[in-house]
T-cell receptor, first 113, second 109 residues
């Protein structure tokens, strides 16, 4: 079982560059979400989706876009990278939303220089 | 605004000791409380999920309790082992998951 797969694992960007962090799950989960983890601040919700075609903003959405064209995939796009976006990014999924167990990917460590 | 606090921030114990990790939350209207484990450089692994209607959940040497009225959850680890060394995170679910900043556990052989 692959679970939640994130690519890439590591990425270095220059300020102003754009990129897409990929997230895929093979468990037919309806709910998917993106978090960033920063020292001393815990995990913070960026965007989430309750199903294909439906997305919404979380706690820290500025500078990020998402789409959910399929149940399996939930990519996170950085529009114009800034040093403040240096962080570890985690994708998570759960079967029916927050009432069910959340499964996390292994994370993408992003550095913006 | 929901806040989740974990105390202590770090804990070091000798192997074999029983221990308790604490999690407190400000919003009693949570759907559930989840405990996760995070190893260095890795993602989060779900340990236990306690629904708001439940008082506790058990998995092997782990037991988690939930008291919504006092805004507290505890994770009890019995007979700790060096392999239990990791950061333990709790998260309360309202309209989103709100995470605590974790307890870094070191179990000394």
């Amino acid at each position: 079982n692959a679970g939640v797969t994130q690519t890439p694992k590591f990425q270095v960007l220059k300020t102003g560059q754009s990129m897409t962090l990929q997230c895929a799950q093979d468990m037919n989960h309806e709910y998917m979400s993106w978090y960033r983890q920063d020292p001393g601040m815990g995990l913070r919700l960026i965007h989430y989706s309750v199903g294909a075609g439906i997305t919404d903003q979380g706690e820290v959405p500025n500078g990020y876009n998402v789409s959910r064209s399929t149940t399996e995939d939930f990519p996170l796009r950085l529009l114009s990278a800034a040093p403040s976006q240096t962080s570890v990014y985690f994708c998570a999924s759960s079967l029916y939303g927050l009432n069910t167990e959340a499964f996390f990917g292994q994370g993408t460590r992003l550095t913006v220089v | 605004k929901q806040e989740v606090t974990q105390i202590p921030a770090a804990l070091s114990v000798p192997e074999g000791e029983n221990l308790v990790l604490n999690c407190s939350f400000t919003d009693s209207a949570i759907y559930n409380l989840q405990w996760f484990r995070q190893d260095p450089g890795k993602g989060l692994t779900s340990l236990l999920l306690i629904q708001s209607s439940q008082r506790e959940q058990t998995s092997g040497r782990l037991n988690a309790s939930l008291d919504k009225s006092s805004g507290r959850s505890t994770l009890y680890i019995a007979a700790s082992q060096p392999g239990d060394s990791a950061t333990y995170l709790c998260a309360g679910a309202t309209n989103k998951l709100i995470f605590g900043t974790g307890t870094l556990l070191a179990v000394q052989p």
